[in-house]
Nanobody
Framework: QVQLVESGGGWVQPGGSLRLSCAASGFRFDVNSIGWVRQAPGKEREGLSCVSSGGTTYYTDSVKGRFTISRDNTKNTVYLQMNSLKPEDTAVYYC???????????????WGQGTQVTVSS
């Protein structure tokens, strides 16, 4: 069965960095686009970034220049390097398998349990 397991979240001060990992199993990882989304309490879900099977990437404006998505097909793992973190980045972060191409307003069908990221001083 499809499984996506996020890890790497935690607490960090503003301006700090975190690296999230997403371990995938139960499907053909290398041919699927994978994305990262987040949800803050009381706010709408926000698609942050995605990477296609061919390595094409997309970033929403709120994280562009600060976050970097990457994938390692030999490990069936996707990463999200988050730098210059701000309190507004506080949320639960999920990775997801996309149903269509990687781009703005990307759609997904499976996601993991999420990992909490808290940015505060």
């Amino acid at each position: 069965q499809v499984q996506l397991v996020e890890s790497g979240g935690g607490w960090v001060q503003p301006g700090g960095s975190l690296r999230l990992s997403c371990a995938a199993s139960g499907f053909r990882f290398d041919v699927n686009s994978i994305g990262w989304v987040r949800q803050a309490p009381g706010k709408e879900r926000e698609g942050l970034s995605c990477v296609s099977s061919g390595g094409t990437t997309y970033y929403t404006d709120s994280v562009k220049g600060r976050f970097t998505i990457s994938r390692d097909n030999t490990k069936n793992t996707v990463y999200l390097q988050m730098n210059s973190l701000k309190p507004e980045d506080t949320a639960v972060y999920y990775c997801a398998r996309l149903t269509r191409s990687c781009g703005r307003n990307f759609e997904y069908i499976y996601w993991g349990q999420g990992t909490q990221v808290t940015v505060s001083s």
